[in-house]
Protein backbone atom coordinates (compact mmCIF):
# COMPACT_ATOMS: atom_id res chain seq x y z
CA UNK A 1 0.00 0.00 0.00
CA UNK A 2 1.44 3.33 -1.14
CA UNK A 3 2.20 5.52 1.75
CA UNK A 4 1.76 9.86 1.76
CA UNK A 5 3.63 12.46 3.44
CA UNK A 6 2.04 16.20 2.71
CA UNK A 7 3.87 19.47 3.34
CA UNK A 8 3.58 22.93 2.26
CA UNK A 9 0.98 24.35 4.63
CA UNK A 10 0.48 27.29 6.38
CA UNK A 11 -0.79 30.80 6.84
CA UNK A 12 -1.72 32.83 3.91
CA UNK A 13 -3.35 36.21 3.35
CA UNK A 14 -6.12 36.41 1.19
CA UNK A 15 -5.05 36.67 -2.20
CA UNK A 16 -1.95 35.15 -1.69
CA UNK A 17 -0.85 31.21 -2.93
CA UNK A 18 0.60 28.08 -1.51
CA UNK A 19 1.83 25.16 -2.77
CA UNK A 20 1.28 21.95 -1.43
CA UNK A 21 3.20 18.89 -2.26
CA UNK A 22 2.43 14.94 -1.48
CA UNK A 23 5.60 12.72 -1.55
CA UNK A 24 4.45 8.69 -2.11
CA UNK A 25 6.45 5.58 -0.83
CA UNK A 26 5.89 2.11 -1.43
CA UNK A 27 5.08 -0.43 -4.50
CA UNK A 28 4.19 1.39 -7.83
CA UNK A 29 3.26 4.24 -6.90
CA UNK A 30 3.32 5.40 -10.41
CA UNK A 31 0.31 2.83 -10.76
CA UNK A 32 -2.15 5.42 -8.76
CA UNK A 33 -4.55 8.18 -9.57
CA UNK A 34 -3.37 11.01 -7.02
CA UNK A 35 -6.00 14.04 -5.43
CA UNK A 36 -6.43 16.49 -3.40
CA UNK A 37 -9.49 16.51 -0.70
CA UNK A 38 -9.44 19.31 2.08
CA UNK A 39 -12.03 19.52 5.47
CA UNK A 40 -12.80 22.28 7.00
CA UNK A 41 -13.81 22.29 11.02
CA UNK A 42 -16.97 21.09 11.07
CA UNK A 43 -17.81 20.09 7.79
CA UNK A 44 -17.31 17.23 5.75
CA UNK A 45 -14.45 16.33 3.86
CA UNK A 46 -14.57 17.59 0.20
CA UNK A 47 -12.53 17.07 -3.33
CA UNK A 48 -10.64 19.28 -4.76
CA UNK A 49 -8.90 17.71 -7.08
CA UNK A 50 -7.28 14.95 -9.09
CA UNK A 51 -4.57 14.04 -11.75
CA UNK A 52 -3.92 10.48 -13.45
CA UNK A 53 -1.85 7.90 -13.94
CA UNK A 54 0.54 9.26 -16.64
CA UNK A 55 -0.76 13.23 -16.10
CA UNK A 56 -3.46 12.82 -18.91
CA UNK A 57 -6.33 13.97 -17.42
CA UNK A 58 -7.61 16.21 -14.29
CA UNK A 59 -10.51 17.21 -12.76
CA UNK A 60 -11.00 19.89 -10.68
CA UNK A 61 -14.14 20.74 -7.93
CA UNK A 62 -15.73 23.85 -8.99
CA UNK A 63 -14.28 25.70 -6.07
CA UNK A 64 -10.51 24.90 -7.37
CA UNK A 65 -11.47 25.81 -10.96
CA UNK A 66 -8.99 28.56 -12.35
CA UNK A 67 -7.37 28.98 -8.52
CA UNK A 68 -5.57 25.52 -8.42
CA UNK A 69 -3.29 23.58 -10.18
CA UNK A 70 -2.62 20.12 -9.72
CA UNK A 71 0.87 18.48 -11.33
CA UNK A 72 2.81 15.22 -10.54
CA UNK A 73 6.68 14.85 -11.47
CA UNK A 74 6.20 10.61 -11.29
CA UNK A 75 10.22 10.79 -11.14
CA UNK A 76 10.02 12.18 -7.70
CA UNK A 77 6.75 10.54 -6.48
CA UNK A 78 5.43 13.74 -5.82
CA UNK A 79 2.21 15.50 -6.63
CA UNK A 80 1.44 19.21 -6.12
CA UNK A 81 -1.04 21.59 -5.88
CA UNK A 82 -0.56 25.04 -6.45
CA UNK A 83 -3.30 27.27 -4.68
CA UNK A 84 -3.21 31.06 -5.92
CA UNK A 85 -6.12 33.67 -4.98
CA UNK A 86 -6.31 32.17 -2.02
CA UNK A 87 -9.55 33.37 -0.03
CA UNK A 88 -10.59 32.65 4.11
CA UNK A 89 -12.82 30.05 2.46
CA UNK A 90 -10.09 27.78 1.43
CA UNK A 91 -9.63 27.54 4.74
CA UNK A 92 -8.92 23.43 5.62
CA UNK A 93 -7.11 20.62 6.59
CA UNK A 94 -6.24 19.15 2.82
CA UNK A 95 -5.48 15.60 2.47
CA UNK A 96 -3.77 14.00 -0.47
CA UNK A 97 -5.22 10.83 -1.60
CA UNK A 98 -4.26 7.65 -4.02
CA UNK A 99 -6.90 5.60 -5.63
CA UNK A 100 -7.37 3.47 -9.07
CA UNK A 101 -8.12 6.13 -11.41
CA UNK A 102 -9.23 9.47 -11.68
CA UNK A 103 -13.17 8.92 -11.62
CA UNK A 104 -12.11 6.95 -8.89
CA UNK A 105 -10.65 9.50 -6.45
CA UNK A 106 -13.16 11.80 -7.86
CA UNK A 107 -15.68 9.85 -6.14
CA UNK A 108 -13.95 9.26 -2.62
CA UNK A 109 -12.87 5.60 -3.88
CA UNK A 110 -9.65 6.17 -2.17
CA UNK A 111 -6.51 3.60 -1.35
CA UNK A 112 -4.85 5.44 0.71
CA UNK A 113 -4.66 9.12 2.91
CA UNK A 114 -1.77 11.03 4.14
CA UNK A 115 -2.37 12.49 7.08
CA UNK A 116 -3.17 16.08 5.89
CA UNK A 117 -1.58 19.45 5.96
CA UNK A 118 -3.08 22.84 7.62
CA UNK A 119 -4.02 25.91 5.30
CA UNK A 120 -5.32 28.96 6.80
CA UNK A 121 -6.41 32.09 4.86
CA UNK A 122 -6.76 35.15 6.91
CA UNK A 123 -8.74 37.88 5.81
Known amino acids: QVQLVESGGGLVQTGGSLRLSCTAS????????MGWFRQAPGKERDFVAV????????YYADSSKGRFTISRDDAENTVYLQMNSLEPEDTAVYYC????????????????WGQGTQVTVSS
Open 97 to 112: AAGGSARAVQSGAIAS
Open 26 to 33: GPTTNNYA
Open 51 to 58: ISKGSTIT
